[in-house]
């Protein structure tokens, strides 16, 4: 009898103790609830106030256009995006423009609706690997910015149809993965520091439009004819000496510019290029004044390439 009384005394402490311990267990957990909303008073921390006012803040900026919600800051102190800006996933176009933005965030690949990312004009330094999880992505804004390196993650953008890079300053070099952005037609890499245009664009199989204007080109591929789609070539302002007897077989090629370059001559050729509608082109600078040296015809394109580009830029 004594040892049944025993087993049950200790069956009933047992029962005792792990009732306590859970019920400890409980307040414990509730405290880290509290602490997380602010503390045992049931008050908001300072922290999830802030991301409250931010986020009413961003919710401001956003607008509905041609059927898209676009969120558009301009001209305002933005170095950073916030965290909480996850939370407006459903935003299918970013336009922001002169806030001083450093950094594209990480977490960029949560906006897997995202058509359009216009970051122009502003201080971003890196192109985050991430990006290439946007899939949907149509347009990459990225001119007058300090990038300086390319991730080979952006040739996951499958849609991507429009990348501007131009005014990058240090901008040498693209990885030869960017091949793969089969729908790319829009490529703007003027005004960085390409000594040569990269393969990769050459491989580009739909483009369409490229300006490399205002780089440090030496010379053209010889295989420039492979980029079969290309009805537009900016080229001003580098130090082409020649350009390739393959040029002559761009079939397409509408508009032409490579004015401010040190060439000598052009392929017989060209004389063929029945398209070619635009063509813009400048002797290299000589020591005799413009106004005593007598008519350059050395450069004068065959008479049919007269006119002006469409769409021309204010200085060629």
Not at 291 to 308: E, F, K, M, N, V
Request: aromatic share 4%; proline share 7%.
């Amino acid at each position: 009898m004594v040892g049944v009384l025993a087993c049950g005394s200790v069956s009933s402490i047992k029962a005792l103790w792990e009732t306590r311990i859970r019920r400890i267990q409980d307040e414990e957990e509730e405290q880290r609830r509290r602490t997380a909303r602010g503390g045992a008073t049931g008050r908001l921390s300072l922290g999830v106030w802030e991301d409250r006012a931010v986020l009413a803040r961003l919710k401001q900026k956003l607008q509905t256009e041609d059927g898209r919600l676009v969120l558009r800051i301009e001209q305002e102190d933005w170095k950073s995006l916030p965290d909480c800006l996850v939370q407006l996933g459903q935003v299918q176009e970013w336009q922001i423009h002169r806030t001083g933005l450093q950094k594209i965030p990480h977490f960029i690949s949560s906006f897997q609706n995202l058509l359009v990312l216009d970051l122009s004009r502003n201080s971003v330094s890196e192109i985050p690997q991430q990006i290439g999880k946007l899939t949907r992505l149509r347009e990459l804004l990225l001119s007058y910015n300090r990038v300086q390196f390319v991730p080979e993650e952006l040739s996951g953008c499958e849609s991507l149809e429009r990348l501007e890079l131009a005014m990058n300053r240090d901008l040498n070099e693209l990885p030869d993965q960017l091949r793969n952005l089969k729908k790319l037609q829009h490529l703007d890499l003027s005004m960085n520091d390409f000594t040569c245009v990269p393969d990769c664009v050459v491989g580009l199989p739909a483009l369409e439009w490229l300006d490399m204007g205002g780089n440090q080109l030496q010379h053209l591929p010889e295989d420039i004819h492979r980029m079969e789609k290309l009805h537009t070539l900016w080229l001003q302002r580098n130090q082409l000496e020649r350009l390739p007897d393959n040029i002559s077989r761009m079939a397409i090629l509408d508009t032409l510019v490579l004015s401010s370059n040190r060439l000598r001559d052009i392929p017989p050729l060209m004389e063929d290029m029945s398209n070619l509608r635009n063509f813009f082109i400048s002797p290299p600078p000589s020591v005799t004044p413009a106004c005593c040296a007598p008519p350059d015809t050395s450069l004068r394109p065959p008479s049919h390439l007269t006119g002006s580009p469409r769409g021309a830029r204010p200085t060629i």
